[in-house]
């Protein structure tokens, strides 16, 4: 007795296959990677370019020295080094943030989550308007800190990081959020019955599993941070060779009609952010590749 074939069942491999090995709904990838190409060369690769060919209109000499200028090579130092430690501020506060979010309930915890996303939807000079309210000599923080520890935030490079934190601090917790809801927590405890203390589970366990998601958050954190204007022009004072960063000196430079001298500056600007961030997002690589080797 013969069974007759079911041409459904015996064409399931195949459709699988098929569906495995199909693109998506999406058209070919000769449009799809055309539309790509036009998108990013539109919108990213073109203004970018522009920024050199401008420069290029000061000679390589009178290009040195508008980027070696002392006003810029201070305001270089300051929104970089401001950056990198609003960023590292961020990365540790913002990793606590996240913690708590995620492994705790608590009265209110949706009202903090909510509070997270605020510096996405304020605008930045309404942040700038109300920190520089905040942290003046009259207000209400920068007042006490003045007179009891002498200490001026407004119009200083302390403002300015502290601006940066508070524009940076979602970049973190967003990031670092969802990979530690996917952390399960009988892996901390197999830990903890294998004899880990918590420090070990930490440093072996949930750090190695969460460093990607950090090192994405810095680096987010960082790039906001360095391009940011709105919240720091109120607060910052843009005093030269004090608290002007660049940002602010490029913004003086249009205001002048020198719109080759602000591309030179936005050109030296745009190299060291991309270095630093490919930095980052070759420690992001190593690591992911760090993690597979340790599960293989």
């Known amino acids: 007795m013969t069974t007759a074939s079911n041409p459904t069942a015996n064409g399931a491999p195949a459709l699988f296959a098929a569906r495995r090995n199909s693109p998506g709904v999406l058209p070919g990838f000769g449009i799809s990677m055309g539309y790509a190409v036009l998108y990013l060369s539109v919108l990213v690769l073109i203004p970018l370019a522009a920024l050199p060919i401008k420069s290029a209109e000061l000679g390589w000499q009178g290009f040195w020295d508008t980027v070696t200028a002392p006003r810029v090579v201070a305001s270089y130092q300051l929104t970089f080094g401001a950056s990198l430690l609003a960023a590292l501020v961020n990365l540790v506060f913002g990793s606590v943030v996240a913690w708590v979010l995620v492994r705790y309930r608590f009265p209110g915890k949706k009202i903090l989550d909510a509070l997270v996303d605020l510096p996405f939807a304020l605008p930045t000079a309404v942040a700038g308007i109300a920190l520089t309210a905040l942290y003046s000599q009259k207000g209400w923080l920068g007042g006490p800190l003045s007179e009891w520890f002498g200490w001026k935030v407004a119009f200083t490079p302390l403002g300015i990081v502290i601006a940066l934190i508070f524009i940076g601090v979602p970049f973190v917790v967003r990031t670092v959020q969802p990979v530690l809801e996917d952390v399960e927590r009988e892996i901390e405890e197999a830990a903890a019955s294998l004899g880990a203390s918590r420090w070990q589970t930490v440093r072996r366990v949930l750090l190695p599993t969460i460093l990607p998601a950090l090192l994405t958050g810095f680096a987010l954190a960082f790039a906001r941070a360095v391009g940011e204007y709105g919240s720091v022009v109120f607060i910052a004072g843009n005093m030269p060779m004090v608290s002007e960063i660049t940002p602010l000196l490029i913004i003086s430079k ?41 599960l293989a």
């Open 254 to 294: 249009l205001e002048q009609f020198d719109y080759a001298g602000a591309a030179a500056i936005a050109t030296v600007m745009l190299v060291l952010s991309f270095v630093m961030l490919l930095v980052i997002n070759l420690l992001q690589g190593w690591q992911a590749r760090r993690n597979l080797g340790r």
